[in-house]
């Protein structure tokens, strides 16, 4: 059974500080996406990782690929009050983690 | 601007009723998906289409169906509704090579009593 496990599934955040939410997952993939989701909005497409190795960034936010780990991270940098949202990484088949919950506090 | 438009964003609903849920993409994609939504669970598949008239069962299809007469819309339809059914549903679409959804309608929370 395909599994993809995202932790923590919580993260309570200062801001101006730095963390990384991991995602594995259980299946072999070249490919790796995450979506952010705003409270009460649907999900918008963040980053699309498509081979080993890969690294994307968008202003504080950067996402990396490990396919032979099979882990992909997001990390956040300098972490401002705007980044607070759930983050949900995803897999081909189209299978989700169970989402980040971030708060970030002032 | 490109939009996946479901037809409700709330519905109450009682126990054994017949539900329909629809989506309607403008993006010409050959895939769509149904997924729902619950705290701690993330999202799970219960059915995608690749093309009209074409359907996949995912993960959870049990109690569920759906139907695809048109490239644009992709219904899902809740045979005898039950409370576990409870849910936020989000559909989705893709272009052909792009098998993960890309773009997500706003959602439909649904409460059966």
């Known amino acids: 059974e395909l599994k993809v496990e995202q932790n923590p599934l919580f993260l309570s955040m200062q801001e101006g500080k730095n963390y990384t939410i991991y995602c594995n997952y259980s299946t072999t993939s070249d490919r790796l996406y995450w979506y952010r989701q705003d409270p009460g909005k649907s999900l918008e497409s963040l980053f699309v990782l498509l081979s080993n190795g890969a690294v994307k960034q968008e202003g504080r936010l950067m996402a990396s690929l490990d396919t032979k780990a099979r882990l992909s991270t997001l990390h956040i940098t300098a972490a401002v009050h705007d980044l607070s949202a759930t983050y949900f990484c995803a897999v081909p088949a189209m299978r989700f983690g169970a989402g980040t919950r971030l708060t970030v506090k002032p | 601007d490109v939009k996946v438009t479901q037809s409700s964003r709330y519905l109450v609903k009682r126990t054994g009723e017949k539900v329909f849920l629809e989506c309607v993409q403008d993006m010409d994609h050959e895939n769509m998906f149904w997924y729902r939504q619950d705290p701690g669970l993330g999202l799970r598949l219960i059915y995608f289409s690749y093309d009209v008239k074409m359907k996949e069962k995912g993960d959870i299809p049990e109690g569920y169906s759906v139907s695809r007469e048109k490239k644009e819309r992709f219904s899902l339809i809740l045979e005898s509704t039950s409370t576990n059914q409870t849910s936020m549903y989000l559909c989705?679409?893709?272009?052909?090579?792009?098998?993960?959804?890309?773009?997500f309608g706003d959602g439909t929370r649904l409460s059966i009593l």
């Open positions: 989705a679409s893709s272009f052909t090579g792009g098998h993960q959804p890309q773009h």
